[in-house]
């Protein structure tokens, strides 16, 4: 039987889940189901995208039979349990406690949350876990999933091709390429680079897509920037235009807390940039980091970037792979059709 693939994508519109849409856009389906950006508002854009989706889970369950199978890349599993395979790409490390890094009341209270009791009620529905990291694959694990269910996915070579590398002068000490979320740390980031004024010490640093930032947030960044006179620069770019932010930079700070994958890491690499990380399993799944810290602890932040400025040894980082590759999934996908 000659099965055709759907392809769902709802729920990524931006940040790192539209670059793996991208990816994964490459590869052949018979129908392609996405997001839609409805002005700036984050909660009403939410609103909306998940509402699509719900409405799509009922057209699916009653359009597509047995012909079909099913690619979900929002990490989330459909609402129904399908005839055909269903293919689940994990991205969301936050929605469980022990990945979240929030006290259990945040956590409780949070969208996050509602999304987990979805994961645990509906899991189920899905018969292969794709995972991007090897730490991915362990989240799962623990939070559940049968190990024999999960394929570890490398994107590496096709990620690779979203990008072009540029010879630029390099404008920016280090690039930061996140949205103003709180797992983020932009704000203890900034605290380090206070730190780091009061000797004279000045990096030039690049805050690249910080959108998604609340007015109040911005505000005390802006005023905290200007206060100290820090050299930060906040900018939007396209994922086209990321190569042009990644070769003005001579290395990435990484501070976050919380990432299934830490797509930056693998970016990072393939530009030749140095690498100073959050001591997490999160980075080790993906690189071996010559400098890292605490991301909770800004003294720690700023002692390891005046220790990066002034060394004069650099180090060249490269990706660990992993076991599976995107060419695999395709081969699979033929052998489904």
């Not at 990490?75 to 259990?104: D, R, W």
């Not at 076991?323 to 033929?334: A, G, V």
Request: aromatic share 18%.
């Amino acid at each position: 039987m000659v099965r055709k693939f759907i392809l769902n994508a709802c729920v990524l519109n931006v940040g790192g889940g539209l670059s793996i849409y991208k990816v994964f856009k490459r590869i052949s389906y018979s129908k392609v189901f996405s997001d839609y950006r409805i002005g700036k508002n984050k909660i009403k854009n939410i609103i909306i995208n998940y509402g699509i989706r719900i409405i799509y889970e009922f057209y699916f369950k009653f359009k597509f039979g047995k012909n079909y199978n099913f690619l979900y890349l929002s990490g989330l599993p459909p609402l129904f349990k399908h005839e055909g395979k269903v293919f689940c790409v994990f991205q969301n490390a936050n929605i469980f406690f022990n990945s979240a890094n929030k006290n259990f009341l945040n956590w409780v209270f949070s969208f996050d949350f509602l999304r987990f009791l979805y994961f645990k009620i509906f899991n189920k529905n899905v018969d292969v876990w794709l995972v991007l990291s090897s730490e991915s694959k362990i989240i799962l694990v623990n939070n559940g999933i049968k190990e024999f269910l999960i394929k570890t996915l490398n994107i590496y070579d096709e990620y690779k091709k979203l990008f072009k590398k540029y010879k630029l002068k390099k404008k920016y000490d280090f690039i930061y390429p996140a949205t103003f979320i709180k797992k983020k740390n932009h704000l203890n980031l900034i605290k380090a680079l206070i730190i780091l004024s009061k000797v004279n010490i000045y990096p030039r640093v690049l805050f690249a897509n910080a959108c998604n930032v609340s007015n109040a947030d911005k505000l005390k960044y802006k005023f905290l920037i200007k206060k100290f006179k820090l050299k930060i620069h906040i900018k939007n770019y396209s994922i086209k235009n990321m190569s042009k932010a990644y070769s003005a930079s001579k290395a990435l700070i990484f501070p976050s807390i919380n990432e299934t994958l830490g797509l930056p890491l693998i970016e990072a690499t393939f530009f030749n940039l140095e690498i100073i990380s959050s001591d997490l399993p999160y980075v080790y799944a993906q690189i071996t980091p010559r400098y890292t810290f605490r991301p909770n602890n800004p003294y720690d932040i700023a002692k390891v970037i005046k220790k990066f400025i002034f060394s004069k040894k650099r180090y060249n980082v490269s990706l660990k792979s992993n076991s599976f590759d995107l060419n695999n999934f395709e081969s699979l996908i033929k052998l489904l059709k």
